[in-house]
Structure formats: C-alpha cells, structure tokens
C-alpha cells in the first residue's frame, strides 16, 4: 500500500482523477472473483492470497486520487466539510458491510467477496456515467522530474508532519491487527463481539461527525483537534487495561470513534492545503507512503509485544496508550507551526469557514 499510495499520488497529478477512479477499480472485480472461486474451491492458497494482496493493490491507486478530487472542488473553507462528507458516506459502508459479511457467512465466505464484485461493478458504472474530471493536468504547471522531491524536502512542516504521522501510525496500528487477536484469541471472546464493535464504529462516524465538524469549525486549527482525537485515542487504550467483556469492548470503540472523527478528516484537508496546486495528488501519496510504514512497523512490533505481554495484558495497553499521548502532544505542539504555515500558503492566519 506504501509504495503503490506514492507512485499513484503522483500519477493522479499527472493524468487526472478520473482516469485511476473509473479504470482501476475493473481488475479488483477479476481479484474479488477468484477470491471467491478460492475459497469455494479450496486447495488454491497461492492464489487466494495473490488475489487479496492484488485486492489492496488496486484499492490503494484509489486513494490520493479520491483525496485529491476532494481537494479539487472544494475551497480552503470548504475543505475539511468535504472530507467530513466524504467520511461519513465511506462508513455508512463500514456500518453495514461486517452486518452484510455475518449475514452471508452463514452461507459461506466465498459470498461476502461475490457480492464485493457486485458492488464494485456498480461502483465502476457510477463513476463512469456520473464522475467528472476535476484536474485536467494540461491547465497546470507540469510535474518535472524532481520537481516533488524538492517540494517536500524543502518544506519543513511537511516533513515534521510526516515524522509525526509516522510515529501515529505505529500506535494507530495496535486498533486493528492487535486489538482483533487480543478480543479473539487472547481473551476468547466471540467473533460477533468484534463485528458488533466495528459496526457500532461506523454507526457512530455518521451520527457524530457533523457534530464534531460543527466544535472544530468554531475555533482552534486542524492540527490542534488532531492533538485533541489523539488524546481520545489514548483514552481509548486505557479503557482496555481493564477486564475485556463486551461493555468495555463497547466504551473502547465510542471513544476511540470520537478520536477518529476529530483526527481523520484533518489528514487530508491539512496536507491539500499546504501542497502546492499541482502536487497535491502528490503529497497525499508522500504522506501516505511514509505512514504506511509506521503501520507496517505497528503491527510487527505491536503484535510482538503482545505475545511478549499476553500475561499481562494489561500492561500491554497501558504502554499503547501512554506512547499514543505523546503523538498527542506532539500535535499540540505543531499548532503554532501549522498557523505560521497556513499564513504562508493563504495570506491570512486563520480559517474562515462556511
């Protein structure tokens, strides 16, 4: 995902959104299929897992696309309401898409990636008839060689915002691959505890964030609320310092969501702000290069510490949660550097939004 995310962000500011939202998506239909073939005829593991990774190949060309688009139609102002709606709609399908997969798995798992075809078909056909191009390259200075590494090399709030990112990452981590194998095989809880949580997470995204858009448009800056979710993120892994039943699973993932609406509609409205107009594709592919590999590193190190700590679990999170605060801090700390920046890009030191 790190190296694909890179490479696509700056083909997206060289060929236009478009062209990578609508053409890339078909091959995910043929990876889909043959996971579905794989797992109703077994014995074709290579394959399986070939077609998986192809799946996050081709959905992570998709993203600094998407992010840019956003970008592109939406105003200073406008932006972080834009990545807000964007949001919300993505986990109206993170809210019914683990309801959807228990449903069909009762009849098989090789249904819940037949009906992912499905909808990816559609998916195509609805970008095709509907989306329009947002960046046409030829109207804009062109991309050359070099051009981007020296843009970000130079521009020293970007790069702490990506060493910052980095180490977020790496914490960020412990909320998927480590939260699943303490719930599922450490502590022997259910497989519908987890599918119930993860719903309740995109239920809540879409109640709460416009909500939370509403505060964080009232005052402060994009950096200072992404110290704020930060901190709830902290909150969130102390909470499972105590027994795991389903309550605690539960008071976990709403605070955990809080932080999430306030932290991840930032990401990108940040980093298209401060891009140059013709790199933003660009930039968003920098950044997620860079953080990718913090989540690459959270998980090994994150899932090695748990089977280190499995006997004092506890322990585990507590450490999770104490290394979160500091990012936190961090970001707090970046505030002041994050106006100084914005009045550098805009002419004007604060965000007026509509």
Known sequence: ????????????????????????????VIFYLLIFYTIAVPNYFILLLASW????????????????????????????????????MANLGIAIGPLIGAYLAYFGLQYIF??????????????????RETYVPGEHKALKKGDLGRAYRQDRFFIFFIIIGIILGVFMRQRGSSFT?????????????????????????????????????????????????????????????????????????????????????????????????????????????????????????????LFVLQNAVSNYWLYIGLGTMVVAVFYVLLSNMFSRRFAEVTGTSTITYK
């Open 181 to 305: 194998v303490y719930t599922i095989v450490i502590e022997n809880l259910p497989y519908a505890y987890l599918g119930y949580v993860w719903a309740l997470n995109g239920a809540l995204v879409v109640i709460l964030q416009f909500p939370f858009l509403r505060l964080m448009t009232r005052f402060g800056n994009p950096m200072m609320w992404r110290g704020v979710g930060t901190l709830f993120y902290a909150i969130s892994f102390f909470i499972l310092t105590s027994t795991p039943v389903f309550l605690i699973l539960v008071v976990f993932m709403t605070i955990s969501t809080f932080g999430e609406d306030l932290l991840s509609p930032t990401t990108q409205s940040i980093i298209t702000t401060m891009a140059p107009e013709n790199m933003r594709g660009s930039y968003v592919g920098v950044y997620n290069l860079y953080t990718s590999l913090g989540g690459f590193a959270g998980a090994v190190i994150g899932l090695y510490l």
């Open 53 to 88: 990774y192809g799946t996050i190949i081709i959905n992570s060309i998709q993203y600094p696309a998407v992010q840019a688009a956003v970008a592109d139609v939406t105003s200073v102002s406008e932006r972080l309401s834009g990545y807000t709606v964007m949001r919300i």
């Open 114 to 131: 037949l009906v992912s075809a499905a909808v990816t078909v559609v998916e195509i056909l609805m970008l095709y008839a509907l989306f």
């Open 1 to 28: 995902m790190a190296f694909v995310q890179y490479y696509s962000g700056i083909l997206t500011d060289r060929v236009g959104r478009r062209t990578i939202l609508v053409y890339s998506q078909i091959p995910a």
